[in-house]
């Protein structure tokens, strides 16, 4: 079993209540299982601030807000398989709205 971290930012800190958390994986666990396990645990609410969803150009899409040990799950060079992307041992998932600037 992975042993990951999943850190907390933005809404999602404000309806976990912390900033960090380690935890197992199941073997062979996704990303996306890992956001199923923390929704089950803290409630429907939390989806709502992990993923967005709408269409473009008459297309659905769904897309998680998640970096994966610093890099974007959307980046396709990066997580070729998205949000279907096996968890590792160490991995450390952030959550939430990261925001920057100057």
Wanted: hydrophobic residues 35%.
């Amino acid at each position: 079993m992975p042993k990951i971290i999943c850190k907390y930012y933005s809404t999602v800190y404000g309806i976990i209540k912390k900033h960090e958390e380690a935890f197992d994986a199941p073997a062979g666990a996704t990303v996306e299982a890992v956001l199923d396990m923390l929704i089950q645990k803290y409630g429907a609410r939390l989806e709502e601030h992990l993923y967005s969803e709408g269409t473009i150009c008459g297309n659905y899409y769904k897309t998680a807000a998640v970096y994966v040990n610093k890099k974007r799950i959307q980046w396709l060079q990066d997580f070729p398989e998205g949000i279907k992307t096996k968890v590792k041992d160490g991995d450390v998932l952030s959550l939430g709205l990261i925001m920057g600037g100057g």
